[in-house]
């Protein structure tokens, strides 16, 4: 992977439990923001808010960090994002893309069942954040299984670790030329 980054933006993370020995990762929180909407039908939404360089700082249990009548953030720490050689492509495909970013899967807490998220002091249900990634082709798969993806811009240090690593494991594969179907025998040939 090259000569680590500065941690302290959140690249790469060292001794981090959510992020396997050996491997280049890093330990992100993940910040959700509920706005108030002009609606006589629902009256806030969920949505992504930021994705944050976790260093333990911020504990291991979510917590709000700001709520009044205009909205609430909360924020949701440990989550551990590794790179794989597998999903280079997924990579260079987000750092080509007009803005690179984070990819956020969640989930309203109600749906998945997880007690361990805290309840909102009016009892209201909270986002569960689920994992997060880097990869253009892992969140294009969980978009197609119908989940909530969200995504929020890289921080130009987060960006240079990433094309690094790009730099160093993505060889794309080379262009097959494909043979005109009349130079094909009869049976080869593709069937309408």
């Known amino acids: 992977m090259g000569t680590p980054a500065d941690p302290a933006a959140g690249v790469p993370a060292t001794g981090a439990?959510?992020?396997p020995a050996g491997r280049p990762g890093v330990t992100m929180a993940v910040v959700m923001r509920r706005v108030a909407l002009r609606s006589p039908w629902q009256p806030?939404?969920?949505e992504l808010d930021a994705v944050l360089p976790d260093l333990g700082e911020f504990g291991a249990v979510p917590h709000c960090l700001a709520q009044d009548e205009h909205g609430a953030r909360w924020l949701y720490p440990g989550y551990g994002v590794t790179l794989f050689r597998d999903e280079a492509e997924g990579y260079y495909l987000n750092?080509?893309?007009t803005a690179p970013c984070w990819f956020v899967l969640?989930?309203?807490a109600e749906e998945g069942g997880q007690a361990a998220v805290p309840a909102s002091d009016n009892g209201e249900p909270l986002p569960l954040p689920v994992t997060v990634t880097l990869s253009y082709n892992e969140a294009g798969r969980w978009l197609d299984a119908g989940e909530t993806v969200e995504n929020v811009?890289?921080?130009p240090e987060q960006?240079?670790?990433?094309r690094a690593y790009v730099a160093e494991h993505y060889r794309p594969e080379p262009k097959k030329?494909?043979?005109p179907e009349s130079f094909k025998a009869p049976e080869d040939r593709a069937r309408y």
């Not at 960006?159 to 990433?162: E, S, V």
């Open 44 to 46: 806030w939404k969920w």
């Open 159 to 162: 960006l240079d670790w990433l």
């Open 95 to 97: 750092l080509t893309s």
């Open 177 to 179: 030329r494909r043979r």
């Open 106 to 108: 969640w989930r309203m």
């Open 153 to 155: 811009p890289l921080a």
């Open 17 to 19: 439990d959510a992020v």
